[in-house]
């Protein structure tokens, strides 16, 4: 059974880069890999998405090697205010269908 | 703020009841996402109406259904209700129906069965 894995937790400290990795070996072939940040009690905010190799934007990037198995998203220079779950997203064929699949979140702590 | 709303913010009910929770997507958007969130089962998607039309559906019991009405808003329902069925309800709108395409998300509506 296909899985989309993530770390639990990490720690790191302020004005430093982070790299949460989440495995997705089932990914369907046409979607794009998304990740969202989620702070309790609230719902997830988008981060980035992207198909393959890099994209960035003004607040991450987003790592997508050739096989698209994996992605790896890469917060620079955090701030305690980026302490919250981190999760990706990606669909996975269902049959002849597609089934959006949320990563187990991995729990940021940026310590000062 | 995202632009979506969802009501109510809390719902208490008892087990074997029927409840609505209703979703008001961002303006423009035409697809709506409803998943559910749990201690042990993590976000979990349910199922997506694109333009009032079953798009995609995920891990949605028989017990629950959902509808997307001519004005674009949503609605979810879950009937019989049991103790495992606590939890926060998230919707989601996006512009288009392509899976992955920039979600966002409302606030929730937590649901507690007692």
């Known amino acids: 059974l296909a899985k989309t894995t993530q770390p639990i937790s990490m720690d790191s400290y302020e004005g430093q880069e982070v790299n949460i990795t989440c495995s997705h070996n089932?990914?369907?072939?046409?979607?794009?890999i998304t990740w969202y940040q989620q702070f309790p009690s609230q719902g997830p905010r988008f981060i980035i998405q992207?198909?393959?190799t890099k994209v960035t934007n003004e607040v991450a990037s987003l790592f997508i090697p050739a096989d698209r198995k994996s992605s790896t998203l890469s917060l620079p220079r955090v701030s305690l205010s980026d302490t919250a779950v981190y999760y990706c997203?990606?669909?996975?064929?269902?049959?002849?269908?597609?089934?959006?699949?949320f990563g187990s979140g991995t729990q940021l702590t940026v310590l000062p | 703020d995202s632009g979506v709303t969802q009501t109510p913010k809390h719902l208490i009910t008892a087990t074997g009841q029927r409840v609505t929770l209703r979703c008001s997507p961002r303006?423009?958007?035409?697809?709506v996402y409803w998943y559910q969130q749990s201690l042990d089962q993590g976000l979990q998607f349910l199922i997506q109406?694109?333009?009032?039309?079953?798009?995609a559906k995920g891990n949605i019991l028989e017990r629950f259904s959902a509808q997307q009405f001519p004005d674009l808003h949503s609605e979810l329902n879950l009937s019989s209700l049991e103790l495992g069925d606590s939890a926060l309800y998230f919707c989601?709108?996006?512009?288009?129906?392509?899976?992955?395409?920039?979600?966002?998300f409302g606030p929730g509506t937590r649901l507690t069965v007692l």
């Open positions: 109406y694109y333009n009032g039309e079953e798009r």
């Open positions: 303006s423009g958007d035409l697809s």
């Open positions: 989601a709108s996006s512009v288009a129906g392509v899976h992955n395409n920039e979600q966002f």
């Open positions: 997203l990606v669909g996975v064929p269902l049959g002849s269908a597609r089934q959006l699949t």
């Open positions: 089932n990914i369907a072939t046409n979607d794009y």
């Open positions: 992207g198909y393959k």
